[in-house]
């Protein structure tokens, strides 16, 4: 048989909670049911890439393991694993850190066979990523039109709105 994750849909932030879901397949196709399964979730904290500089700074970025537990599969051979996306109270806000909530599981079917899989969900104090490309230099008329990308932390796309203001910059007069 096999262990898989859904993929985690939605924008998460830290505090929130999270709901992973998972299925033990056989094979065949046919569900694992009642199989017993241990998992942990273990976080770890990344920073954005413009503070590169700052990796190794002051803040450890060690994973640490925040949860573990046991359930079982149901009929249908899924299973639900729950926990808070807790932040490192150690790590200001102002770092702008990023949670990366790594979630094991090990299922055991009834015949003592065990079959792992994991998963990662990102969660942070900003739940929404906002990327558009504009070159250094663009032709006033050519802003009618900008590509906007948004999506959550798991880089799958989510819906957004919102305006955007350009404003004329003032030249220093040195």
Do not use: C
């Amino acid at each position: 048989f096999e262990v898989s994750f859904k993929p985690v849909e939605g924008a998460f932030r830290v505090n929130e909670t999270v709901t992973v879901l998972g299925e033990a397949k056989n094979y065949a196709g046919s569900s694992v049911d009642g199989a017993q399964v241990r998992y942990r979730v273990v976080r770890q904290a990344r920073f954005p890439w413009w503070d590169w500089w700052k990796i190794a700074g002051p803040y450890s970025t060690e994973q640490m393991e925040i949860m573990n537990g046991e359930a079982v599969t149901r009929a249908d051979g899924s299973f639900e694993i729950k926990f808070t996306a807790q932040p490192d109270p150690t790590i200001p806000k102002t770092a702008q850190p990023m949670f990366t909530f790594r979630v094991m599981a090990d299922v055991t079917d009834i015949t003592g066979e065990t079959r792992s899989s994991e998963t990662s969900i990102s969660a942070g104090y900003v739940a929404l990523n906002v990327d558009f490309d504009l070159p250094r230099e663009i032709e006033l008329d050519s802003l009618a039109h900008i590509a906007i990308n948004t999506t959550n932390t798991a880089g799958q796309f989510q819906a957004a709105s919102g305006v955007i203001n350009i404003q004329r910059l003032i030249e220093p007069k040195q």
